[in-house]
């Protein structure tokens, strides 16, 4: 499984959205500032989650963007599995399946990968949005927005890694 940096921003968008959910449609500029992210990237992720059907936008002075169901019903893997791709260490499950049954000489390796692709699968589906942002108190959200926050540097990494990449000393 890889989460991209455009995957990051979008989980972290949509939970900032399920955190305000009672509020209705909240502005890009607005959603980019509290959760310190470029607002033209978040501009075009914002549209490919629209166009995913798992956002709605409204247009005029009270304009922006909102879920399109509740928080409770938008799990974690089908925002990863959208922004980037299937959740396998390589290929989808299926083509491990394939795999497994094909290749006497690494079966077990190949079992080994879909097992963490399982793991991984059971606990994003077990997910949803409401897990991760319940709802806050008005004096806790105006806290949160006061405060412009930084970007978390140790989970950055731990991305990169989960991706495949090579940490450089």
């Known amino acids: 499984m890889r989460v991209s940096q455009k995957g990051l921003y979008a989980l972290q968008a949509m939970t900032m959205l399920a ?6 449609a909240i502005r890009i500029r607005d959603i980019a500032y509290e959760e310190s992210l470029p607002e033209k990237f978040l501009e075009l992720i914002l549209l490919e989650l629209k166009n995913a059907r798992m956002l709605e936008s409204a247009r005029g002075a009270k304009g922006g ?10 799990r974690l893997s089908e925002i990863i599995r959208l922004i980037d791709g299937p ?13 497994i049954g094909r ?3 690494h079966r077990a390796l190949y079992k080994v990968f ?11 589906e077990g997910t949803s949005l409401a897990d991760l942002a319940p709802n806050g108190s008005p004096t806790a959200e105006k806290a949160r927005g006061a405060r412009k926050r930084k970007p978390d540097a140790a989970v950055l990494p731990m991305a990169a890694l989960a991706a495949g990449q090579q940490g450089h000393d």
């Open 19 to 24: 955190r305000r959910y009672q509020d209705g």
């Open 114 to 124: 879909l097992d963490v692709r399982d793991s991984a699968a059971k606990i994003l």
């Open 65 to 74: 963007y909102r879920l399109r169901r509740p928080p409770s019903e938008i």
């Open 87 to 99: 959740l396998a260490p390589f290929g989808d499950a299926e083509q491990l399946r394939v795999l």
């Open 103 to 105: 290749n006497d000489d």
